[in-house]
């Protein structure tokens, strides 16, 4: 499979496949180069018949602190900007997609901030395994926005849907400990542990027959999980409402200028 991209380091050692987010100067937030490279990382994944597992994690400090406002504002703390309208469209986001599509087993390894996106993004994974110094936020209600598949579809079935509730609601940010207790993390290390953890889990995989995990994953999806077509073309129709309306805007402009937002319904 492919090895070289731009915000992501990828390799595979005995058919466990490691990919790291590496923007670390922008503790892992995501920009469209990002989004696309999870994305295709992905789907190689799922092309390539020696890879029997998936580890997910970021370069220190972060795992993933969800979207790159910024660079979304074309450059500048501007609002106004037309992009992200110009980007929605009535179906999944296609890196949630591409993640949830992929067949072999996938281990979030949150090593620190898991944010926004890189909330849903952990939530995406068959497991996760927490760093010590990990952190969970579903923040997009701070920013006027509904959350992706992992708050919305995900996380209420991990944790049900009052916890769930809560923290879409809330937008408050848990720590690691909260995390397992609520059932999102399956265990938590000391940060200097969590890549030997989670190898060890992805050796352990990686020995079965590769056709009989993938044909697992398939059946724990269809018992657990369902489809998620319907509701991930919903999200998407319901944020370019959103991205329209002064909340959202007030909601980025308060982040950018490090103030708190005044929120008026409109």
């Known amino acids: 499979m492919r090895t070289e991209y731009e915000t992501l380091r990828c390799s595979v050692v005995d058919h466990v496949c490691t990919l790291t987010i590496d923007r ?3 503790r892992n937030a995501l920009n469209p180069v990002a989004y696309g490279e999870i994305e295709t990382a992905f789907r190689e994944v799922q092309k390539d018949p020696e890879v029997r597992c998936v580890i997910l ?11 790159d406002v910024k660079e979304m504002m074309t450059g500048e703390p501007n609002p ?11 179906r999944p986001t296609p890196a949630a997609a591409a993640v949830l599509d992929c067949d072999r087993p996938v281990i979030a390894a949150v090593n620190g901030a898991a944010v926004g996106w890189g909330m849903d993004l952990s939530l995406f994974a068959d497991f996760r395994i927490a760093s010590e110094r990990a952190k969970f936020g579903e923040l997009f209600v701070k920013r006027g926005l509904v959350t992706d598949l992992g708050g919305l579809w995900r996380l209420p079935r991990i944790v049900g849907p009052q916890r769930a ?15 397992k207790e609520y059932g999102i ?4 290390v000391a940060h200097d542990e969590l890549l030997a953890r989670a190898n060890d889990l992805a050796a352990r995989i990686a020995a079965n027959p590769p056709l009989a995990v ?15 077509g319907d509701l991930g073309s919903w999200i998407s129709q319901t944020l370019g409402v959103l991205f ?21 319904g409109r």
């Open 24 to 26: 670390p100067e922008r």
């Open 57 to 67: 994690t970021g370069t220190d400090p972060a795992f993933c602190s969800g979207e």
């Open 80 to 90: 106004d900007s037309m992009e992200r309208l110009r980007s929605v469209r009535p």
């Open 165 to 179: 509730a809560e923290l879409v609601f809330t937008g408050d940010i848990i720590d690691a400990a909260t995390a």
């Open 185 to 188: 993390v399956m265990d938590v």
């Open 214 to 228: 993938r044909y697992m994953k398939e059946g724990l999806r269809r018992s657990t999980w369902g489809d998620y």
């Open 244 to 264: 329209q309306t002064e909340d959202h805007r007030e909601g980025v402009a308060s982040f950018l200028e490090k103030r708190e937002p005044v929120f008026r």
